[in-house]
């Protein structure tokens, strides 16, 4: 099994939801990414987990908090969004967080708030 | 800031070679340069990587100049299905997780 998957494919929500992405391998990776993609621009890292501790925080707002509870799950809750944080939220893994470690990516959720 | 720059978008007919060119001259001598490519509507995909020396795997090969200021990906038949976004990227300084810079829409025509 060499896939991220990555749930719901598409998310509206309003500025005063609560909402959460949640992302799953099953290959034994021991590194999870979040990125956001706006639309024609390339992804930008939120967040790193390294061995289900939080790594890196590229400043990212309070109100997108990470969640790693164990090493195939990797969550993004979401509160109080902008109409601005709209764009397609990626998930990746790694085998290890090194940076010559290759990427595998999950097909993204969209999300629209409104 | 994205180490690497390229062409914002290329053309190449179905069949014939496509290569992708990428600057990158202010990497070091111990970066990696990165490629991955990104179909419409999906993740990005890795596609190669690579040092000093040039690679090959079953999608493509990658050649880096001797300064390493620059590399060429190489796609040697494309078809349809290779159009797509193409990044290269290096790590960054501060983290060593990679910074994408804007990538090469390549466009593959019947």
């Known amino acids: 099994d060499t896939e991220v998957t990555q749930t719901p494919k598409h998310l509206v929500m309003g500025m005063t939801n609560k909402k959460s992405l949640k992302c799953e391998q099953h290959?034994?990776?021991?590194?999870m990414y979040w990125y956001k993609q706006k639309a024609k621009k390339p992804p930008e890292l939120m967040f790193v987990y390294s061995y289900e501790k939080l790594s890196i925080n590229e400043s990212v707002p309070s109100r997108f908090s990470p969640e790693c509870p164990n090493s195939s799950l990797l969550n993004l809750h979401l509160h109080a969004l902008q109409p601005e944080d709209s764009a397609l939220y990626l998930c990746?893994?790694?085998?290890?967080?090194?940076?010559?470690?290759?990427?595998?990516f999950g097909s993204g959720t969209q999300l629209s708030v409104l | 800031d994205a180490k690497t720059t390229q062409p914002t978008s290329m053309d190449c007919a179905e069949g014939r070679a496509a290569n992708l060119p990428c600057n990158h001259s202010t990497i070091s001598g111990n970066e990696y340069v990165y490629w991955y490519r990104q179909i419409h509507s999906q993740g990005p995909q890795y596609i190669i990587h690579g040092l000093k020396n040039n690679e090959t795997n079953e999608m493509a090969s990658l050649i880096i100049t001797e300064d390493r200021k620059s590399s060429t990906l190489i796609l040697p038949h494309a078809t349809l299905r290779d159009t797509a976004v193409y990044y290269c990227i290096a790590p960054s300084d501060s983290n060593y997780q990679l910074i994408w810079g804007a990538g090469t829409k390549l466009i593959i025509k019947p």
């Open positions: 290959m034994g990776h021991r590194a």
């Open positions: 990746a893994s790694s085998p290890g967080q090194g940076f010559s470690e290759k990427l595998f």
